[in-house]
């Protein structure tokens, strides 16, 4: 299902990666909610790659040391991106987290595309003990008792966090040391047409 709702693209900010997209030229792109409903396919967050995720992403590839030879946990992974980049950047094993099947589905076909070796988990860790070296938290902050429970939780993870943010509101920078900027492509933007200024944290 996500190999025929999707087109294979390099990922917006990082092109080392091909990741299975939702774009303009896929017929769930102009799809209504029923028509979407119909396909299986409604609300397909997996199926973009956020600003957080591709600003974390290309700060991990280009600052390797950070993850290299160690565990990486991807939390709110969606199509993973930011666990794939990882993985290509030497991390000894890195899991993509997200409680929606379908994401960790398509973290999976994008893995295999990459031929990478990603592990997946749908189960809600956020409160449980954290069984990695390093998290990467790609544009998870976009809701406001979400971003509260989750930042709580990374807070006291007791391991280095990374954080991508495109500026949503909901995270609370307090405490947090902004390490990098880019411009990533603005949410839906597959042409690089809209950018958005997005920074990534260390926790």
Not at 61 to 87: I, M, Q, W, Y
Not at 146 to 154: E, H
């Amino acid at each position: 299902m996500i190999r025929a709702h999707t087109v294979v693209v390099p990922a917006p900010l990082v092109p080392e990666l091909r990741l299975h997209l939702l774009t303009e030229d896929c017929p769930l792109w102009r799809a209504n909610e029923a028509q979407a409903a119909a396909a299986g396919l409604v609300d397909p967050w997996w199926a973009f790659c956020w600003p957080g995720g591709q600003a974390l992403a290309r700060y991990v590839l280009d600052h390797p040391a950070t993850v290299r030879g160690k565990r990486v946990l991807d939390f709110g992974s969606g199509g993973a991106v930011e666990a794939l980049a990882a993985l290509r950047a030497g991390a000894a094993s890195a899991v993509a987290l997200d409680v929606d099947p379908f994401a960790s589905a398509a973290a999976r076909v994008n893995a295999e595309l990459n031929a990478l070796p990603l592990g997946t988990e749908t189960r809600d860790l956020i409160g449980c003990a954290i069984d990695a070296d390093v998290v990467l938290a790609g544009d998870v902050f976009y809701e406001k008792d979400l971003a509260a429970r989750a930042l709580r939780w990374l807070r006291s993870a007791g391991v280095p966090v990374l954080i991508g943010d495109p500026r949503r509101g909901f995270l609370d920078a307090g405490g947090l040391e902004r390490i990098a900027t880019y411009l990533a492509h603005a949410d839906g933007d597959t042409s690089g047409a809209a950018l958005r200024e997005t920074h990534v944290y260390r926790l």
